[in-house]
């Protein structure tokens, strides 16, 4: 296997995007007032170093695809005008390897009308990881969820195959494929700093990857996504069914209340 | 076939929505994109992973949040501000046309919910049989109102707009009921909890979890509770003349005397009663159930209309069957049982 620059150009697409959501951020969190918007509906960029040789395709939900080229070494992923997501896939062929990263990004926009089955089922790369599900529309992958993946090289499922889970903070889990090519995930709960009861907006990075021999040439391939910090830290179902019980107790009051008023009536 | 009459009939269709609403997604599929209409005009939602379709209420706040109030603070076109909120309520609207406010009374799973919680309570003996007073009634017909204006338009539309914080953009979702049932229905206690990020979500998350339990309670000893607030009921009051299933009254001089439609309403509409007038008797409360036409002693005087052509009309026949088979069901309770029981074991020799 020749010398990768693998390592740094996973390393940089980890970075989080930029753009108009951060400088929005940054902007509300001087002024210390609600944020007229999201800022959501902007290009994503992308940090991507040592891109030399390497082709990025952006794939939109209806399949149409453009390449995109780097700019001062970012990639950005342009507004399509349609919601959904939209797949950036940076390849690199070294000749008897082949290098993968792909990303699935959600977009906003006017309704695409386009499911994203049809996205995930498209052979992106000989061999890809691929999301089953994806997060629905408007959900995000968090801490300690499971979630499903599957396994393909040339659109064939591939089981017993082992993929691999990294995050940007240190955790690492390896699992097989079952005889359906899919492999299921505990997100670890792995974000430092956590105070129990008060919300963090802290976002990480997950790779999930593997690598599969064919012939001469070895294809490695890296899913990469985002995850928060799963809201159970801020949320108490145990005070949720408390205030429930609370709620029981005097809709009870207030239903014997009501008939007692309306016999004295 | 004795058993078999109108009620009965729209406790299968309930049922069968139910089921639909919360579980069809594993048919229909898990995407949103996947969902049948995205702007159901009962309280499917959207939290629910598992549901087939969603309520029109959660875009129309995301549409007041994320597009016409981001418009209006930007200060951009805002025809293509609210195009979005516009088209989803053309989609409610084609929807809403066919059934009219039978979504509420025969599709939506929340009032399912609260008739079986009412069965539950008649059985145990917990059901009051009186209907609710009528100042007690015009009380409560405006929150409804409120609830629509201020929770669904209102603040999600001030979100947008910079005035309110985030946590404002959905606030009658995070206070809805559907949203704990449906998802507790599909086993996942994730919408159950109290909200620690700030006071906006605390505030938020109490009042859910207080209301459910309150529509629990209530649920067993009042007709539909939460319905009687629901904004969707007040949505559907906007556009009631535009459906096709209508509440027809051909009023008789034996309505002055009667009153057991009234009765028989579970939104206490006493207006069924009292109104000589109106022919379409649709009245905004109307979940166009049925049961005021069953309980209606007299041939023809309120009928369920789909445009000109007659469904179901009230008939004395009908009339007195009806009657009877819900005496014995309300004849039947734990509490009746346990009297008779005892009564019984007393009137037993020593």
């Given at each position: ?134 997060p629905r529309e408007h959900y995000r992958y968090h801490s300690q969820q499971t979630w499903g993946f599957l396994a393909r090289y040339q659109g064939e499922l591939l089981s017993n195959h082992p993929l691999t889970l990294t995050t940007s903070n240190g955790s ?94 | ?350």
């Amino acid at each position: 296997m020749k010398p990768s620059n693998l390592a740094i150009m996973l390393a940089t697409l980890l970075l989080p995007p930029t753009g108009a959501v951060v400088a929005e951020e940054e902007q509300n969190l001087k002024s210390k007032k609600p944020a007229a918007s999201h800022g959501h509906r902007g290009a994503k960029t992308f940090h991507i170093d040592n891109l030399d040789g390497a082709k990025i395709t952006y794939i939109q939900p209806d399949l149409s695809s453009q390449t995109i080229t780097p700019v001062m070494g970012k990639v950005t992923m342009p507004v399509s005008g349609v919601d959904n997501y939209h797949a950036l896939v940076v390849e690199k062929d070294w000749g008897d390897h082949k290098e993968v990263i792909i990303r699935y990004q959600y977009m906003f926009g006017r309704p695409s009308k386009q499911n994203p089955v049809r996205l995930t089922a498209a052979q992106k790369s000989e061999f890809e990881i691929v999301p089953d599900p994806l997060p629905r529309e408007h959900y995000r992958y968090h801490s300690q969820q499971t979630w499903g993946f599957l396994a393909r090289y040339q659109g064939e499922l591939l089981s017993n195959h082992p993929l691999t889970l990294t995050t940007s903070n240190g955790s690492e889990q390896t699992l097989y494929t079952d005889e359906h090519g899919r492999v299921t995930f505990q997100i670890p709960d792995d974000f430092p700093g956590l105070t129990e009861g008060e919300r963090s907006k802290q976002t990480a990075q997950l790779t999930i990857s593997g690598e599969y021999q064919q012939s001469d040439t070895n294809h490695s391939t890296q899913l990469v996504a985002d995850y928060r910090v799963n809201p159970s830290h801020w949320q108490s179902t145990e005070l949720g069914l408390l205030v429930l019980g609370i709620g029981f107790l005097a809709g009870g009051y207030l239903g014997q209340n009501l008939k007692n008023r309306d016999k004295k009536a | 076939m004795s058993t078999l009459n109108l009620s009965v009939i729209r406790k299968l269709v309930q049922i069968s929505a139910f089921v639909f609403f919360v579980y069809g997604g594993l048919i229909t599929g898990y995407y949103l994109e996947e969902k049948l209409s995205g702007a159901l005009p009962a309280l499917s939602c959207a939290y629910d992973f598992q549901g087939s379709d969603l309520c029109t209420l959660i875009p129309i706040q995301h549409q007041m949040d994320h597009r016409l109030g981001e418009t209006i603070a930007k200060g951009g076109n805002l025809l293509m501000g609210v195009m979005p909120t516009l088209i989803t309520l053309g989609t409610f609207l084609v929807l809403f046309v066919i059934l009219n406010k039978a979504f509420c009374g025969w599709l939506c799973p929340l009032g399912t919910f609260q008739e079986l919680l009412q069965m539950i309570g008649q059985k145990i003996g917990l059901q009051r049989q009186e209907s609710l007073s009528k100042s007690l009634v015009a009380k409560v017909r405006p929150v409804k109102w409120f609830i629509l204006v201020l929770l669904v338009f209102g603040f999600p539309l001030l979100t947008g707009m910079g005035m309110l914080n985030h946590d404002l953009g959905d606030p009658f979702c995070k206070i809805c009921p559907s949203r704990i049932l449906t998802t507790l229905a599909t086993g996942s206690t994730e919408q159950l909890h109290v909200d620690t990020a700030n006071a906006t979500t605390i505030t938020l998350t109490l009042f859910a979890d207080f209301l459910f339990g309150l529509m629990l309670a209530l649920g067993l000893t009042l007709r539909q509770p939460f319905c009687r607030i629901c904004p969707m009921l007040a949505l559907h009051a906007v556009f009631r003349k535009m459906g096709l299933l209508r509440l027809i009254k051909n009023a008789s001089p034996r309505c002055d005397r009667c009153g057991l439609c009234a009765k028989a309403c579970p939104m206490d509409i006493h207006e069924i009663h009292t109104d000589m007038t109106s022919r379409n008797v649709t009245f905004e409360d109307c979940t166009l159930c049925g049961r005021c036409v069953e309980f209606c002693p007299d041939k023809n005087v309120l009928q369920l209309k789909y445009a000109f052509i007659p469904l179901f009309s009230a008939d004395p026949q009908y009339f007195k069957k009806r009657k009877k088979a819900q005496t014995n069901w309300e004849k039947q309770n734990l509490i009746a049982w346990f009297g008779n029981k005892e009564s019984k074991r007393r009137a037993e020799p020593s």
